[in-house]
């Protein structure tokens, strides 16, 4: 596999559409592709992109990564990805703190499973929200909705549907929030918003053949871990709060 190409892969990272592809294809190139990773993660200051880098570097083991990867603990942006990249590298749990890791990465390598046992999607959703205040029901055949406190009483759902398929065929999860119905005068504005969400989108869904907003972020099922459904959950659903506060604000201004 050739440099340009690993160059290439890196910058579709860039590209919410095709970074799922891309983190497939560099994880599959094995070593040849941690260096590159790694200047990359230097380098990178889109927040998307630095989450599908440290993604990588984790789904590849990459021992190497740790002194690179364990800054970001103290990143408030990164600390989630940052401490599931490390946790998979390692095969353990050394915690938050970044002294930690860097204490054990020269360390002998401790060995890792041999087989993974993948969690069934209840066992995903019951680890992705242990310890939250949320509450969540299964909703349809294949899905679930959580419910976000937001304060004062109130709660945002965000619904996480399992049993969907990429164009490649791979199994994927979609999580998703209403952000209220769109309409046309505000697709401007929501298309800008894209540009600006390091994580996930914003797209248009009929719900009872009405139009509206939704945030939402498509991740791989294969290996998907509790740690990375809640850190979807979670910013799907601030992502949505965020986006109907601000859409209300432009209806006020055209009042």
């Not at 945030?215 to 949505?240: C, D, H, Y």
Request: net charge negative; charged share 30%; glycine share 10%.
């Amino acid at each position: 596999m050739s440099e340009k190409r690993v160059e290439q892969l890196i910058k579709q990272l860039h590209d919410f559409r095709r970074r799922a592809e891309a983190c497939r294809e560099l994880t599959g190139m094995g070593e040849e592709a941690i260096g590159p990773l790694l200047e990359a993660l230097g380098n990178e200051a889109q927040q998307g992109a630095r989450w599908a880098i440290l993604n990588c570097l984790g789904d590849l083991r990459a021992r190497d990564a740790v002194p690179a990867v364990a800054p970001y603990l103290e990143d408030p942006d990164c600390q989630t990805v940052a401490h599931d990249t490390l946790v998979k590298i390692s095969g353990r749990d050394l915690g938050l703190m970044p002294e930690a890791w860097l204490k054990g990465a020269g360390k002998e390598k401790q060995p890792l499973p041999q087989a993974e046992v993948e969690l069934s999607d209840l066992e995903l959703m019951e680890g992705a929200l242990q310890g939250t205040d949320a509450e969540w029901k299964k909703h349809g055949e294949n899905g679930y909705v959580v419910r976000l406190p937001v304060g004062a009483g109130e709660s945002r759902p965000v619904y996480a549907r399992f049993g969907g398929e990429d164009h490649e065929g791979a199994p994927i999860v979609i999580v998703y929030a209403n952000c209220g119905e769109a309409e046309p005068d505000h697709y401007e504005t929501a298309l800008r918003k894209n540009l600006n969400m390091p994580y996930g989108a914003i797209a248009i869904r009929d719900i009872r053949g009405i139009p509206h907003f939704v945030t939402f972020n498509t991740i791989l099922r294969q290996a998907l871990s509790p740690t990375e459904l809640r850190k979807t959950i979670l910013t799907v659903g601030e992502q949505a709060e965020r986006v109907q506060r601000d859409l209300g604000a432009k209806r006020q201004e055209h009042a």
